[in-house]
Nanobody, 125 residues
């Protein structure tokens, strides 16, 4: 299974970006999916997760109400719509796949089996 994240870039505070994660090698419908991020000098942290059907989504408190995770299983792609971006959202964003298909109450890195390479998001003032 290969995951390819894209859509990162430079955006002003208050702006929006939409990240995509293309999955190949197996149907994305087989997995729950998540997004994590890692800012310079910090540990990687959970951002959002979605169950295999899209019926359940969870968000970190820091992005709740601003970010939306979604998926298109027919296109083997997962998305992260990021609105009202803040300086503190600057990070490398990673998508990940969980073979269990469902989303735990408190997702963590150890829940995920496969990882993409990351895409840089930089928010400027």
């Amino acid at each position: 299974v290969q995951l390819q994240a894209s859509g990162g870039g430079l955006v002003q505070a208050g702006g929006s970006l939409r990240l995509s994660c293309a999955v190949s090698g197996r149907s994305v419908g087989t997995y729950a999916m998540g997004w994590f991020r890692q800012a310079p000098g910090k540990e990687r942290e959970f951002v959002a997760a979605i169950s295999w059907s899209g019926g359940v989504a969870r968000y970190a408190d820091s992005v709740k109400g601003r970010f939306t995770i979604s998926r298109d299983n027919a296109k083997n792609t997962v998305f992260l719509q990021m609105n009202s971006l803040k300086l503190e959202d600057t990070a490398v964003y990673y998508c990940a796949a969980d073979r269990r298909k469902w989303v735990p109450d408190f997702p963590s890195e150890s829940d995920y089996d496969y990882w993409g390479q990351g895409t840089q998001v930089t928010v400027s003032s």
